[in-house]
């Protein structure tokens, strides 16, 4: 079975950093191209960052354009998330995915 568990979420300052990590199991991980989503309190599921089979190509949505770093380590099958410039409406649970899946997600918090 495909499972996708993220972690490393937690309550973090305006300003601050985080590192999400997402490990996969259950499918050929270096062969899907992955995705990062996250759904705020009262708000829609949201598409953040995609990157390649082989981590060459990374696209982001705009709210998180230059502040976000997804990337990936298909020897380890785990998707990661560097998360830097936090501000408080970046607030959501964050989820990894592949076409047709989405895991367990990660809390973050941005409050002071």
Same mark, same amino acid.
């Given at each position: 079975?495909?499972? =996708?568990q993220?972690s490393g979420?937690? =309550?973090? @300052? @305006? #300003? #601050?950093?985080? +590192?999400l990590?997402?490990?996969?199991? #259950?499918?050929?991980f270096? $062969? /899907?191209v992955?995705m990062? /989503? +996250?759904?705020? @309190?009262g ?7 995609s990157?390649?089979? !082989? !981590?060459?190509g990374?696209t &982001? ?6 502040r976000?770093t ?7 099958n $785990?998707l990661?998330l560097?998360m830097?410039? =936090?501000? @408080?409406e970046?607030?959501?649970? &964050?989820y990894?995915?592949k076409? !047709?899946?989405? #895991?367990?997600g990660t809390?973050? $918090?941005?409050?002071?």
């Open positions: 079975d495909v499972q =996708l993220a979420g937690g =309550l973090v @300052p @305006p #300003g #601050g950093s985080v +590192r990590s997402c490990a996969a199991t #259950g499918f050929h270096s $062969t /899907y992955m990062w /989503y +996250r759904q705020a @309190p708000k829609e599921i949201e598409w953040i960052s990157i390649t089979a !082989g !981590g060459l990374r &982001y949505a705009d709210s998180v354009q230059g976000f997804i990337s990936r380590d298909n020897a380890k $785990t990661f560097q830097n410039s =936090l501000k @408080p970046d607030t959501a649970v &964050y990894c995915g076409s !047709g899946s989405r #895991g367990q809390l973050v $918090t941005v409050s002071s």
